[in-house]
């Protein structure tokens, strides 16, 4: 199970990185907001700008890769990756509804919905004990935030946490 769990612990933090990373590799190409720029009655935005196709195709293509690499599957790795990216466009969301900015901090809410989701996901689709999803959740809570200020300081992340 050590194996598994540092397995689903790797997909979830690069799943949820491929964006950041594509963003700096790519620059200004394809960065067209998965809202298309709508706003929702409150005039804000659905989810912001930083939500982009890019990123999503971004995270999807690492989540299949590496699903692929570890012996899931593709089809396991596309389930995952929509499922970190449902609860980042979740959290996103609920950020704009209370006036946040895309990097203002939200502890919790920045890390739990992407990352428990596709946990939740993994117990039922590899059968196993439902305390591995909040272990993986937890684990990628405190692992998000340790790297987050080298990331910063390594210029991939805008803002060190």
């Known amino acids: 199970m050590t194996e598994t769990f540092v397995e689903i612990l790797i997909m979830l933090l690069a799943t949820n990185g491929g964006p950041i990373l594509a963003a700096r590799i790519c620059r200004h190409h394809g960065t067209a907001p998965v809202d298309l720029g709508r706003q929702l009655a409150d005039k804000k935005p659905l989810f912001g700008s930083s939500k982009t196709w890019r990123g999503l195709v971004a995270a999807l293509a690492v989540s299949c890769g590496l699903s692929a690499i570890f012996g899931y599957g593709i089809e396991f790795g596309l389930v ?35 990352s428990l989701l596709p946990a939740l996901y993994t117990v039922v689709a590899l059968d196993i004990a439902w305390v591995w ?8 809570m405190l692992l998000e935030l340790l790297i987050s200020k080298p990331l910063f ?9």
């Open 80 to 114: 995952f990756g929509l499922l970190v990216m449902a609860g980042d466009l979740i959290s996103s969301f609920v950020k704009r509804r209370c006036g946040l900015q895309s990097s203002d901090q939200f502890l919790g809410l920045d890390q739990i919905p992407e």
């Open 133 to 140: 999803a909040v272990l993986w959740s937890a684990a990628f």
């Open 153 to 161: 300081l390594l210029r991939i992340r805008k803002r060190p946490y």
